[in-house]
């Protein structure tokens, strides 16, 4: 059974500073996502990692993938406000694309 | 935004009543699927759909029933309902099989079993 773990659950960071999610999981996968979630809304869509070694950028989030340590990070560069949220990874177990979820960081950006 | 649409967003429920929830999308994409959030266990697979009447269950199906008559719609139903199913279920879309093979959210329908 596939095990996707999240680290932390709960971050509080001040802004302009630099912070890492982690994300292991059990099994082998090739397909790796990360999701956004703002509180009572839907799962927004930040990066798909294919590939080991394979990173992805996007304003101040950076997300990279190693398969042979089944490990995701993704990284957060001199945090803003509008970044709080709560952030899952969700590792695709082959099978019709079902998708194993973290248990989520709920991130707290303070001024 | 991918074309997904939830029904009802809310709704309240007895114990015991039957309830059904719909998935309708747009996209025409093969795969559709129901997840259940709650607090402390990210989501969870429900069940999916890898075409029109055909389903098969995912990690926490006891409960649930699925069907899935046309490629745009996807339902839910708890036969009978239980304080354990309250939840946020959100359906997912997805098109296996291409570079990205992303799934995309609906917005949620909260349940409340009293």
Same mark, same amino acid.
């Given at each position: 059974?596939?095990?996707?773990?999240?680290?932390?659950?709960?971050?509080?960071?001040?802004?302009?500073?630099?912070?890492?999610?982690?994300?292991?999981?059990?099994?082998?996968?090739?397909?790796? $996502?990360?999701?956004?979630?703002?509180?009572?809304?839907?799962?927004?869509?930040?990066?798909?990692?294919?590939?080991?070694?394979?990173?992805?950028?996007?304003?101040?989030?950076?997300?990279?993938?190693?398969?042979?340590?089944?490990?995701?990070?993704?990284?957060?560069?001199?945090?803003?406000?509008?970044?709080?949220?709560?952030?899952?990874?969700?590792?695709?177990?082959?099978?019709?694309?079902?998708?194993?979820?973290?248990?989520?960081?709920?991130?707290?950006?303070?001024? | 935004?991918?074309?997904?649409?939830?029904?009802?967003?809310?709704?309240?429920?007895?114990?015991?009543?039957?309830?059904?929830?719909?998935?309708?999308?747009?996209?025409?994409?093969?795969?559709? $699927?129901?997840?259940?959030?709650?607090?402390?266990?990210?989501?969870?697979?429900?069940?999916?759909?890898?075409?029109?009447?055909?389903?098969?269950?995912?990690?926490?199906?006891?409960? $649930?029933?699925?069907?899935?008559?046309?490629?745009?719609?996807?339902?839910?139903?708890?036969?009978?309902?239980?304080?354990?199913?309250?939840?946020?279920?959100?359906?997912?879309?997805?098109?296996?099989?291409?570079?990205?093979?992303?799934?995309?959210?609906?917005?949620?329908?909260?349940?409340?079993?009293?």
């Amino acid at each position: 059974e596939l095990k996707v773990e999240q680290n932390p659950l709960f971050l509080s960071m001040q802004e302009g500073k630099n912070y890492t999610i982690y994300c292991n999981y059990s099994t082998t996968s090739d397909r790796l $996502y990360w999701y956004r979630q703002d509180p009572g809304k839907s799962l927004e869509s930040l990066f798909v990692l294919l590939s080991n070694g394979a990173v992805k950028q996007e304003g101040r989030l950076m997300a990279s993938l190693d398969t042979k340590a089944r490990l995701s990070t993704l990284h957060i560069t001199a945090a803003v406000h509008d970044l709080s949220a709560t952030y899952f990874c969700a590792v695709n177990t082959g099978t019709a694309s079902k998708l194993t979820f973290g248990t989520g960081t709920r991130l707290q950006v303070t001024l | 935004d991918a074309g997904i649409t939830q029904s009802p967003r809310h709704k309240v429920t007895e114990t015991g009543t039957p309830v059904t929830l719909r998935c309708h999308q747009t996209e025409n994409h093969r795969y559709m $699927y129901w997840y259940r959030q709650d607090p402390g266990h990210g989501l969870r697979l429900i069940h999916y759909s890898y075409g029109v009447k055909d389903t098969d269950k995912g990690e926490v199906s006891d409960g $649930y029933s699925v069907s899935r008559s046309k490629t745009e719609d996807f339902l839910l139903t708890l036969e009978s309902a239980t304080s354990s199913q309250t939840s946020v279920y959100f359906c997912a879309i997805s098109e296996f099989g291409t570079d990205n093979t992303e799934a995309f959210f609906g917005q949620g329908t909260r349940l409340t079993v009293v």
